[in-house]
């Protein structure tokens, strides 16, 4: 059975399956909501049902807690509709400009090692498909018994014909060991993409914040060279943070960026403090450097992506601390899959 969505303050409308999350269907019907992880864990998609009945769904405790579920909030990329529903969720948006995300094949080009837990994975697209997505969209990679694993695309759309990844290692998990020992050029991925509302909000003339935690540098990457090929203006200050300086993988890229982009500065941050590493730059945590460089955020924008904690801690930080408007913080937080899209 369908239902019709009414999203506020938008205006916007659209059909809903009652068997599947609300976000599903709003991605088929180019509808536009924020959202990241699509497993219920980063918060991203979170709305308050006005008006009708939803099934929570998978939402797990520690996104929703009961206070919320009580005050009528869901997360739409796990509630089902019961009914019509109106909805209140910002930053809705309608276009047809928002490419639906497919499934196809991909072929594993060039494997290099970066640093001891991140490997630069290049897949090659099909020829016989064109895949269109925006700077910093994530892809899942589609694994055996129904379980896949969200990579985000590390280079931007300019680049045509290969994406580039950068998965970290992570011990004892179901995929990336298999990156990092066994995975081989020629090897075929399928994949599915793209997701994600991780993008550069090009009519935006604020100056922008970028802050990484480790990966969390692969979506980064893509805004930039992006910004870099449309020539942006805006100030644009990158921090990406890392325990070691081994962890700032692309060290010397970023440096180069200051070069390729007016108006850019990259800030390194290290949180791990050992003697004789020979890092003579910041050290401590990487959205602690922006609040001693920004007294005030409140005509800037921010990207965030990394580990979730480093997303809530800028979050709460930016919005509470130094006026940064709720709107003006886009994440994309790295929640692990295990659980979420098994
Ligand atoms: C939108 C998005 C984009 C991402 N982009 C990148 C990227 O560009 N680069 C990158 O390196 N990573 C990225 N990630 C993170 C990446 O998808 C995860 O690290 C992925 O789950 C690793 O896969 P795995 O199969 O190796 O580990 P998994 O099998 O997922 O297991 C991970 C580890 O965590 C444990 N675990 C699993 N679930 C839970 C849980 N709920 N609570 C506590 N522990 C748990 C497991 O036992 C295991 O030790 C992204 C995540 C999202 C959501
Ligand atoms: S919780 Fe819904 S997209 Fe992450």
Same mark, same amino acid.
């Given at each position: 059975m ?10 916007i ?93 991909c ?15 290049m ?9 269109a997505?925006?700077?910093?969209? $994530? ?8 379980l ?100 700032? $993988? ?10 390729s982009?007016?108006?850019?500065? $990259? ?9 004789n ?25 921010? $990207? ?22 709720p709107?003006?913080f ?13």
């Open positions: 369908s239902f019709q969505i009414q999203l506020q303050p938008s205006g409308t659209f059909a809903a399956d009652e068997n599947r999350p609300v976000l599903d269907s709003a991605i088929d019907a180019n509808v536009t909501l924020p959202y990241g992880c699509r497993g219920g864990f980063c918060g991203a998609c979170k709305g308050k049902v006005l008006q009708g009945q939803v099934d929570l769904g998978k939402a797990p405790e520690q996104s929703l807690p009961i206070s919320e579920r009580e005050a009528g909030f869901a997360l739409l990329c796990c509630a089902k509709p019961q009914s019509n529903l109106l909805v209140d969720i910002k930053g809705a948006s309608q276009t047809a400009a928002v490419v639906p995300p497919k499934q196809f094949p072929r594993v080009n060039h494997l290099e090692r970066l640093a001891g837990d991140v490997m630069r994975v897949l090659q697209l099909p020829a016989s498909e064109t895949f997505f925006r700077a910093g969209q $994530y892809i899942d990679i589609l694994l055996d018994n129904g896949r694993r969200s990579f985000s695309i590390a280079n931007a759309p300019s680049v045509k014909s290969e994406l580039e990844l950068h998965i970290r290692l992570i011990p004892g998990g179901h995929f990336t060991p298999t990156v990092f020992d066994g995975m081989k050029p020629r090897d075929i991925l399928r994949v599915e993409g793209p997701f994600g509302t991780f993008w550069l909000r090009e009519e935006s003339l604020k100056p922008i914040v970028m802050l990484a935690g480790g990966t969390g540098f692969a979506p980064l990457k893509a805004l930039v060279e992006h910004a870099i090929h449309l020539g942006v203006k805006r100030p644009v200050t990158l921090y990406w943070g890392a325990r070691s300086p081994d962890g700032l $993988y692309l060290h010397k890229l970023a440096q180069s960026w200051q070069s982009l007016p108006h850019f500065r $990259y800030i390194p941050v290290i949180s791990e403090s050992r003697q590493d020979g890092w003579t730059g910041q050290r401590g945590l990487v959205h602690e450097a922006v609040l001693a460089d920004f007294a005030d955020l409140s005509q800037h924008e921010v $990207y965030a992506c990394g580990a979730p904690p480093m997303i809530e801690a800028a979050r709460n930080s930016f919005t509470q601390q130094r006026g940064l408007p709107e003006e886009f994440s994309d937080a790295f929640t692990f899959a295990a659980r979420a899209h098994s």
